[in-house]
């Protein structure tokens, strides 16, 4: 399989080559590929989180909405008492 890399790609390429850490562009793809794995990874790990605990998130968001509310009516019926 042929791919051609754009230029800032190719000047990355050329930058790790000449560290002598690598010694061939298969080398730079393969390590690449594997962060890309390691990330997918960590996504897929936080996305799970997120899902379970979106339950826990959205019960949160209510009941602090419901405080807010209770505080406002609280507020409102003070100043009506106040009138």
């Given at each position: 399989?042929?791919?051609?890399?754009?230029?800032?790609?190719?000047?990355?390429?050329?930058?790790?080559?000449?560290?002598?850490?690598?010694?061939?562009?298969?080398?730079?793809?393969?390590?690449?590929?594997?962060?890309?794995e390691?990330?997918?990874?960590?996504?897929?790990?936080?996305?799970?989180?997120?899902?379970?605990?979106?339950?826990?998130?959205?019960?949160?968001?209510?009941?602090?909405?419901?405080?807010?509310?209770?505080?406002?009516?609280?507020?409102?019926?003070?100043?009506?008492?106040?009138?």
């Amino acid at each position: 399989m042929k791919f051609k890399f754009n230029r800032r790609h190719e000047i990355f390429i050329q930058e790790k080559l000449s560290s002598g850490r690598y010694h061939t562009i298969e080398e730079i793809i393969a390590e690449a590929l594997e962060l890309l794995e390691e990330h997918d990874k960590k996504y897929e790990q936080w996305l799970e989180a997120v899902r379970n605990n979106a339950d826990v998130s959205i019960a949160e968001l209510e009941r602090i909405d419901n405080k807010f509310l209770i505080a406002q009516l609280e507020r409102k019926l003070r100043q009506a008492l106040e009138s």
